[in-house]
């Protein structure tokens, strides 16, 4: 089940935006943020393959949902001018946005090329 962040849990757990402004990311795994909002059509159709992501990579990846309507500070820090946006969290290195609904085959691609996980 991918884990709902808030502004705080996000702090705590991926990047504290007020602290930093060079990208620092907290985690031990690589990780992905779905950033949505309820009413959205596309976002529904990604939502199942996000639980599936969190399911089939789980220990390997954090998978994580950000709420845009709940958490506006957080889809403003990163500039979220479409949902669903796509954070795709590298261990090292720099965060990759997408925006869009992305097939699930295009997260496996990334996962595996771009954030180094095998399923």
């Known amino acids: ?3 709902h962040l808030t502004a705080q849990s996000f702090k705590d757990k991926v990047f504290d ?3 930093s402004q060079e990208w620092e990311y907290k985690g031990e795994l690589p990780g992905i943020i779905d950033f949505y909002a309820d009413w959205c059509g596309p976002c ?3 939502a199942p393959i996000i639980e599936q992501l969190s399911d089939e990579y789980k ?3 954090n998978v994580w949902k950000v709420d845009t309507e709940a958490e506006p500070e957080l889809a ?3 500039g979220i001018q479409s949902i669903p946006s796509i954070l795709f ?3 090292e290195g720099k ?3 997408a925006a869009g609904a992305l097939p699930k085959a295009t997260f496996e691609t990334i996962i595996t090329e771009e954030l180094g996980v095998s399923s």
């Open 59 to 61: 220990g390997k990846l």
């Open 17 to 19: 935006y007020e602290k």
């Open 1 to 3: 089940m991918a884990e």
């Open 95 to 97: 965060p990759q946005m």
């Open 76 to 78: 403003g820090a990163f």
């Open 44 to 46: 529904k159709m990604v």
């Open 89 to 91: 969290i590298p261990v």
